[in-house]
């Protein structure tokens, strides 16, 4: 059984082992596969991983003795699994493996725009403290949580574990979501429509999927709906937000700021606006990359595999 990862360094750099997929058949691993040899690197493969090369309808259909497609990422977009389901191809996906790692980045977020640790650990080594005639000094407002409220759009595993966070730090928590699970024993928290979350939010925090009805859900009229002193963190897909949308405001302090660690197009383009706007952190999509959320997204890989192996296929996304 031939099986191929097709960019494999994202999620094992170097610093993780391939051991248990070597266990399971000939595996060929490339780093990267640019989109026009995805065939090339996969041809005769039964098995191919997939974290962000694209396999659509028209790679699938030329890769005739395919029989499953495990992507290494929760979101499967880059996969027609329509196509796949034509040719009775299993897609599964690694739905859980970085939800603490997401939540624990959200608030690596939101502590730097309240803090704004690096720019003062910067100009302490630039010498301003040495120089300053007071024991103390701070460059930007500094803002405490405790009684803040957090609006989180998107209540499942991560939006939860995000929710607890801001009540350990003493924050009241709205949520918005279209199915809402049980949450009668949390307290200083409420379930509201939308506008609401917008209007009361002090930080609105993103953790929803990505559908045609979430794409661009973060705009100038939702923008405008919120408080001039909250901010707006994402760490779920950037095409929640329209870029354009978002700078504008950051520029003309309709929100005080916003922390990013995903964009519309990834890597961003260098005409993005939000590179060069006001009061906006970017970090370069790895909220889910600490090296605990990766062992856990390999072995869950493997275990997809292996139980797709044995028959019992799990975590399949187009059933």
């Not at 099986?3 to 266990?23: A, H, Q």
């Not at 090339?40 to 259909?61: D, M, R």
């Not at 409420?190 to 609401?196: A, M, P, S």
């Not at 009805?213 to 939702?222: H, R, S």
Request: aromatic share 8%; net charge negative.
């Amino acid at each position: 059984m031939r099986i191929v990862v097709l960019d494999g360094y994202t999620l094992n750099p170097g610093d993780l082992s391939w051991e248990r997929l070597y266990k399971l058949g000939e595996v060929a691993i490339f780093d990267h596969t640019p989109f026009d040899k995805t065939v090339e690197h996969a041809n005769g493969a039964e098995i191919v991983f997939t974290n962000k090369t694209p396999l659509g309808e028209a790679e699938i259909s030329q890769l005739e003795g395919l029989k499953y497609i495990g992507v290494l990422a929760t979101g499967y977009n880059v996969v027609d699994v329509d196509a796949a389901k034509k040719r009775n191809i299993i897609v599964t996906n690694i739905p859980t493996y970085g939800t603490k790692s997401v939540a624990q980045m959200t608030f690596a977020l939101l502590l730097e725009m309240t803090q704004h640790v690096q720019h003062h650990s910067d100009v302490v080594h630039n010498g301003e403290w040495t120089s300053c005639r007071d024991f103390c000094f701070w460059k930007y407002p500094l803002i405490e949580l405790e009684g803040k409220t957090m609006g989180i759009i998107g209540f499942g595993r991560i939006g939860q574990s995000v929710a607890d966070i801001a009540q350990a730090f003493g924050m009241k928590v709205l949520g918005f979501d279209k199915y809402k699970s049980g949450q009668s024993g949390r307290k200083d928290f409420k379930w509201v429509e939308l506008d609401e979350l917008l209007s009361e939010s002090d930080v609105v925090s993103l953790h929803c999927p990505l559908f045609p009805e979430t794409k661009g859900m973060i705009n100038k009229v939702t923008l405008s709906k919120m408080k001039k002193t909250a901010f707006l963190i994402n760490t779920s897909r950037g095409p929640l937000i329209v870029d354009e949308d978002l700078s504008e405001a950051l520029n003309k302090g309709v929100i005080a700021g916003a922390g990013l660690d995903v964009l519309s197009t990834e890597p961003p383009n260098a005409g993005n606006p939000l590179l060069t706007c006001r009061n906006c952190l970017i970090t370069p999509h790895i909220s889910w990359a600490t090296r605990e959320a990766r062992v856990r997204l390999m072995n869950i890989a493997v275990d997809n595999l292996e139980a797709f192996l044995a028959k019992y296929p799990v975590n399949v996304v187009n059933k």
